[in-house]
């Protein structure tokens, strides 16, 4: 590192720790977030930024995925049997797992079996005392269904904990590897509702992961210590600081002047900038995600199937991805991606025929100059880098076919709050698996039930697609699962819900002195990153 690099590196890092509290740079690593956490509570969370600030950094689960197989292997979970008729679920604990300590609290126990039915419970049981706190919106446990599917989570002793389903469901194993199951210690629950402070569960959290949390000022920084009894080996950094920064370009200068070692999501457009920095390192990860345009199927004209189809055949998808993505994304079809089980390739797609689109919306009574708005997101991810830009794509391909779309945008919650609510015409949306199932997408993205617990962004509810998806839940066999999804992928096709935009592949960037960071299906993982 140059003179310049090594002050500006000090300057930083005087900014974001306390007086008196400067260390060796080589005992902190800095990454450049993207959004505020809109918790530390990952049960009550939904958007990819919280989940890194909190169940990637502060929590365990379950289970964990094999980065290159996607399959599960253990994690707070040693081992698991499953029953011959697929309904009940025996997890063998991890021993010896220590908890994170914070200022309000000091665990006196191991994580043990109470822990994890406290986790279950709390967003199951609508009568546990902690179900309510900080708004008691578990939007993911919801989403896969586990309010219905669970009949019964039992102690069997201090590290045999066993589920009793209602139905067999191929998906529920890899559902204990996502954000929204991360656990929580009972004990520091117990202790807080005892003070009459249980939101500091949320806000001031307790987990077994690599680090704890020091401090947090809102839409600035973040601070992590290290856990020096972190069960899955020692965390080389003692030091991890979030520094809050939205602005894409912002993030890369930062990268730039070593002010931040890791950035996400970069925009395609720098990656030849970050290549052709020695100081700097592009990294590309093969991803399951699919970015796509909902339309409110709700709300006039986006009721009629005829507009619907109309949009998708006004819309020019390929321009839109050789625009945008500069070849780290390709077309969409399908809401499951090119890698997934049961993934159609022979579904067709709607093609880009503007004469086709008017025609279809005059036989739908729709008038030129048509307004509609346009939802806009206000964050980067894999599956659309440049939300505005692609918007500004669809407002003037529509334009031609008389649709006038008014791009709006809001703060990353307020977006998130306003689709759950169905507040928006159209919506630039996308989506990540957490779980390598198809079901993560077919179902949680388009089930019926999934509009009421928001993630249905298109509000569409089909009773034969909804049917396909919910009984390849009770197969196991993977073949017979994959044509059922391919049923029901048909059944979107004609339905058009959505216009699917893209899939895209994971990048971040990094200082060419930082190993041991890595992304992969389920997000960030600090507990081995470190400098060089």
Known sequence: MNLRGKTLLALALSALLPAGAARAAQDTLIYCSEASPESFNPQIASSGPTFVASSQTLYNRLINFDPQKNTPIPSLATSWTISPDGKTYTFTLRQGVKFNSNKYFKPTRDFNADDVIFSVMRQKDANNPYHKVSGGNYEYFHDVGLDALIQDVKKIDDYHVQFVLSEPNAAFLADWGMDFASILSAEYADAMMKKGTPEYVDTWPIGTGPYALQQYKTDSLIRYIANPNYWDGPVPTKHLIFSITPNVETRLAKLQTNECQIIPAPSPVQF?????????????????????????????????????????????????????????????????????????????????????????????????????????????????????????????????????????????????????????????????????????????????????????????????????????????????????????????????????????????????????????????????????
Not at 384 to 404: F, H, L, Y
Request: aromatic share 10%; net charge positive; charged share 25%.
């Open 272 to 532: 030849d900038i970050i290549k052709s920095n020695k100081a700097l390192a592009l990294h590309g990860v093969d991803a399951l995600n699919v970015g796509y345009l909902a339309f409110n199927t709700e709300k006039k004209p986006f009721d009629d199937l005829k507009v619907r189809q109309a949009l998708n055949y006004a819309t020019d998808k390929k321009a839109i991805v050789n625009a945008v993505f500069m070849g780290s994304g390709t077309v969409a079809k399908s809401p499951l991606p090119p890698n997934s089980l049961g993934y159609a390739a022979d579904l067709p797609d709607y093609g880009y025929d503007p004469a086709k689109a008017k025609a279809l919306l005059e036989q739908a009574g729709v008038k030129e100059g048509t307004e509609v708005t346009l939802w806009s997101m206000p964050v980067q991810r894999p599956y659309n880098p440049n939300s505005r830009r692609i918007a500004e794509m669809i407002q003037s391909d529509w334009a031609k076919v008389g649709i006038k779309a008014k791009i709006t945008t809001y703060e990353w919650g307020e977006y998130l709050a306003g689709i759950r609510k169905g507040e928006h015409d159209t919506a630039l949306y996308g989506w990540m698996s957490d779980n390598g199932d198809p079901d993560n997408f077919a179902d949680t993205l388009l089930g019926c039930d999934s509009i009421k617990t928001g993630s249905n962004a298109a509000r569409w509810c089909n009773k034969d697609y909804d049917n396909l998806v919910k009984k390849a839940r009770l197969v196991s066999n993977p073949a017979e699962r994959a044509k059922l999804y391919q049923q029901a992928q048909t059944v979107f096709y004609q339905q058009a819900p959505w216009i699917a935009l893209a899939n895209g592949k994971t990048f971040y960037a990094t200082r060419s002195n930082v190993s041991g960071y890595s992304v992969s299906l389920m997000g960030s993982d600090f507990s081995k990153a470190k400098l060089n």
